[in-house]
């Protein structure tokens, strides 16, 4: 797959609020959560390594063709 960036015009043609957006994120602007706050406000949240752990490695597997398997004990 090939990815290309859009110009200013191709978001804009796209939605105003895509134009928005990129030039927000061509002048520097980023979005950052706080994970901590996060965690209080859902204390259920879990970490990849938890959700890869639990079941998430064998679902992306499923998924991947291809995929490496786990080296067997």
Same mark, same amino acid.
């Given at each position: #797959?090939?990815?290309?960036?859009?110009?200013?015009? %191709?978001? @804009?043609?796209?939605? *105003? %609020? +895509? /134009?928005? +957006?990129? %030039?927000?994120? #061509?002048?520097?602007?980023?979005? &950052? @959560?706080? +994970? %901590? $706050?996060?965690? $209080? $406000? &859902?204390?259920?949240?879990?970490t990849l390594t938890d959700r890869l752990a639990e079941s998430g490695a064998a679902a992306?597997?499923?998924?991947? *063709?291809?995929? /490496?398997?786990? *080296?067997? *004990?």
């Amino acid at each position: #797959m090939r990815c290309e960036q859009l110009t200013q015009q %191709e978001a @804009a043609a796209l939605n *105003p %609020e +895509i /134009a928005r +957006i990129r %030039e927000r994120w #061509m002048s520097g602007a980023r979005w &950052h @959560a706080d +994970i %901590e $706050v996060l965690r $209080v $406000v &859902h204390p259920g949240l879990r970490t990849l390594t938890d959700r890869l752990a639990e079941s998430g490695a064998a679902a992306l597997r499923a998924r991947l *063709p291809g995929a /490496a398997r786990p *080296p067997r *004990p």
